[in-house]
C-alpha cells in the first residue's frame, strides 16, 4: 500500500437499501457523528440508489433528500458529505444543485460499467461549478480491465478526480481486484478507488487487495450494512488498517464505537451469507435484488437460486427490475404439475 488512503463511509447511503430506505433523521445525525468521530474521510448519505431514486419502482425514502443531506451536514467538521448521483435518478435542476444547496461537498457520478458516457454532462457541469466530483463504474464485474480502463478514461476525460469500481453483486475475486484495479492504476492520471461486497465472503480481503494494487479510496460500511450480504465492514477494515499500519485519519476504537452505533439505533440484522446472496454472487446479479428475489420465489413457489443464475445469464442490471417477475413466472409454469419446489422455506428465501 502506498500513498494516504481515504475511507468513504457508505452506511447512511448503501445501508440504506437494507431497511427499505426506511433510515430517519435522528439515525442519519446520530451516525454521522460517529463517522465523524471516528475519522472517516467521506460520509455519504441518500436513498440506497442515490439522489432522486426515491419512488415506487426502488422503494421510497421515509425523508427527503435534503432532510437526509441536512441532518448529517450537522454532524460534519472535518469529514465531507459526499452523494451518489445516477443521471436517470437524479437531474441537474431538480437533484444536484439543491443537495449542493444543503451542504454537500463530493458527488461520485455513477453509470454501468460500459455507459460512461452517460456521466458527462453532470460531471463536467460539477467541475465548472468547483465541486468535487468522482466517478463511479456500476457492476464493474461485468467488463473487461480494458474496458474498464476505456470507461474510467472518459471520466478522467470529463473531468472526474477519481474513478471508484463498484463490486454492485460482490462477484469479485482477489485475482480479478488485483488484475482491474492494477490495470486502472497504471493507465489513469487519477485516484482509483474499490467499492466491495460480501456475497462471496470476499469484501475484506478484496478492499485490502485493491489497497495492495495500488487503489487510495475504499469504501465501507458499519457491520457490512447493506443490501443482500453487505458490504466491506468499517470495523474489520479498520481492525486490519490498524494491523497494516497503513496511514490513514480513520481511528480503529472510532470505527468499532461507529459500528456499535450502527447496530444499536438501526442495523436490525446484521448482514449475512445465505444460499440466496451467495447465488446472487455466483451470478453477478447486483446485491439489491436480493430482496425482490425472495419475494417473487415466495410469490411462484420456485428457487430463487434459479431465478439468480438465469438473471446472471441474462446478464440483467439495476433498473430491470421487471425480469424478476417474468423469470420466476417462467419457471414456475415450467415446473411439472404436483411436484414441490425445492428450496423454498424461509431458510432458503
Do not use: W
Request: proline residues 3%; glycine residues 10%; charged residues 20%.
Amino acid at each position: 500500500m502506498s500513498g494516504t488512503l481515504q475511507i468513504c463511509d457508505t452506511t447512511l447511503r448503501d445501508g440504506n437499501h437494507a431497511v427499505g430506505h426506511q433510515l430517519g433523521a435522528q439515525d442519519i445525525g446520530a451516525y454521522a457523528r460517529a463517522a465523524e468521530a471516528a475519522g472517516v474521510d467521506v460520509v455519504e448519505v441518500g436513498h440506497g440508489n442515490g439522489l432522486g431514486a426515491s419512488s415506487i419502482q426502488v422503494g421510497i425514502a421515509a425523508i427527503s433528500d435534503a432532510e437526509m443531506l441536512r441532518a448529517a451536514k450537522a454532524e460534519l467538521r472535518r469529514s465531507r458529505l459526499g452523494v451518489l448521483s445516477i443521471p436517470g435518478f437524479a437531474s441537474i435542476e431538480r437533484d444536484l444543485k439543491p443537495a449542493l444547496d444543503c451542504g454537500v461537498d463530493e458527488v461520485r457520478v455513477g453509470a454501468h460499467c460500459t455507459e460512461a458516457d452517460v456521466t458527462r454532462q453532470q460531471i463536467t457541469m460539477l467541475r465548472a461549478m468547483g465541486v468535487t466530483v468522482k466517478g463511479m463504474l456500476l457492476m464493474s464485474h461485468m467488463a473487461s480491465a480494458k474496458k474498464l480502463v476505456e470507461q474510467a478514461q472518459l471520466m478522467q476525460d470529463y473531468g472526474a478526480e477519481a474513478v471508484v469500481l463498484m463490486d454492485s453483486a460482490g462477484a469479485y475475486t482477489p485475482r480479478r481486484v488485483r488484475e482491474k484495479v492494477g490495470e486502472l492504476v497504471d493507465k489513469l492520471d487519477i485516484a482509483v478507488g474499490f467499492h466491495a461486497h460480501n456475497n462471496l465472503g470476499l469484501s475484506v480481503v478484496n478492499s485490502m487487495t485493491a489497497m495492495e494494487a495500488g487503489a487510495t479510496i475504499v469504501d465501507v460500511t458499519a457491520r457490512g450494512f447493506g443490501a443482500g450480504a453487505g458490504n466491506a465492514p468499517i470495523e474489520l477494515v479498520a481492525a486490519n488498517l490498524h494491523v497494516e499500519q497503513a496511514e490513514t485519519r480513520i481511528s480503529l476504537f472510532g470505527a468499532l464505537d461507529a459500528a456499535d452505533t450502527a447496530e444499536e439505533r438501526f442495523v436490525k440484522h446484521v448482514p449475512t451469507n445465505d444460499s440466496v446472496t451467495i447465488a446472487s454472487g455466483i451470478a453477478g446479479v447486483f446485491s439489491g435484488f436480493a430482496a425482490p428475489v425472495r419475494r417473487a420465489a415466495r410469490r411462484f413457489a420456485v428457487d430463487p437460486r434459479e431465478i439468480l443464475l438465469e438473471l446472471g445469464e441474462r446478464r440483467v442490471v439495476a433498473g430491470q427490475e421487471d425480469t424478476i417477475i417474468e423469470v420466476a413466472m417462467r419457471l414456475a409454469a415450467e415446473r411439472t404439475p404436483g411436484d414441490l419446489p425445492p428450496h423454498t422455506s424461509a431458510d432458503h428465501i
